[in-house]
């Protein structure tokens, strides 16, 4: 069974840092694509970051690019969201999700994979 773990939310002033974490069990991240989603309230589940990790190629959306990172850690199978230079806007619930026919899609609908979530709220 296919298992996807986030971690790393908390709360944070604007321009802060976080780094959230997606670990895997029943799942190997490499050779797949794994994408950060995010939701708030009333909000659709939007794709901030994806990364195809055969060849670490990373995609993003451009209300986080340069501010946002995603990264893979074979070793360790885990993926990773740096968050820089956070903004009240970022404040969402941060899910982390897995497919390999996703192919570094930010769109919700291509990944069958999906962890639980982390809060991450950005105060002004």
């Known amino acids: 069974q296919v298992q996807l773990m986030e971690s790393g939310g908390g709360s944070v002033q604007a321009g802060g840092s976080l780094r959230l974490s997606c670990a895997a069990s029943?799942?190997?991240?490499?050779?797949?694509?794994v994408g950060w989603f995010r939701q708030s309230p009333g909000k659709e589940r939007e794709g901030v970051a994806a990364?195809?990790?055969?060849?670490?190629?990373?995609y993003y959306a451009d209300s986080v690019k340069g501010r946002f990172t995603i990264s893979h850690d074979i070793a360790k199978n885990m993926v990773y969201l740096q968050m820089n230079s956070l903004e009240p806007e970022d404040t969402a619930m941060y899910y982390c999700?897995?497919?390999?026919?996703?192919?570094?899609?930010?769109?919700?609908?291509?990944?069958?994979?999906w962890g639980q979530g982390t809060q991450v709220t950005v105060s002004s």
């Open positions: 029943g799942y190997i991240f490499n050779d797949n694509c």
């Open positions: 990364i195809y990790t055969r060849g670490d190629r990373t």
């Open positions: 999700a897995a497919d390999r026919g996703a192919y570094g899609s930010l769109w919700k609908g291509n990944y069958n994979y």
